[in-house]
């Protein structure tokens, strides 16, 4: 264990009874006593910058927070476009917006905060009686 940095921490009961619950309450007490004695935390201040649903969840902060989660959004999409990642630049799309998303649907139509083609379809008033496409799943 000590090629992988890991230190096996005994602790007391068997299993799920009291004492085990007991004795890993009071072991992470003293783990969480000692990282604030020694300013350790495990709290991100800010998403890595290809972590979608942590600039998503920014956004609606206010000021520079608010705009730098809209940029780093922008850019999440346009490098998934350039990869053809489809699945990130629909959450990005639908997620990511601080503004309700016009979805285009047909080319008389476009419905807000859409969250699926089907929905979409289905409250969009078609011009004709078409059935919506089929539901395809986007990954491989």
């Keep these: 264990m000590a090629d992988h940095h ?16 007991r004795s890993v309450i009071e072991w992470l007490e003293t783990l969480q006593d000692a990282c604030k004695a020694a300013g350790v935390t495990l709290s991100q201040a800010r998403p890595d910058v290809d972590d979608a649903e942590g600039w998503i969840a ?40 601080s503004t309700p998303a016009t979805v285009p649907i047909a080319p008389s139509c476009s419905v807000s905060s859409a969250r699926s083609t089907r929905r979409a379809w289905a409250i969009c008033p078609a011009p004709s009686k078409r059935s919506p496409p089929p539901v395809r799943s986007i990954r491989g």
């Design 6 to 21: 890991i230190e096996v921490v005994n602790l007391q009961g068997r299993g799920g009874d009291e004492v085990a619950e």
């Design 58 to 97: 920014l956004l609606g902060e206010s000021g520079d927070e608010g705009a730098e989660a809209r940029d780093a959004l922008d850019l999440i999409e346009r490098k998934a476009r350039e990869g053809n990642e489809w699945e990130t630049v629909i959450e990005v799309l639908l997620d990511g917006s």
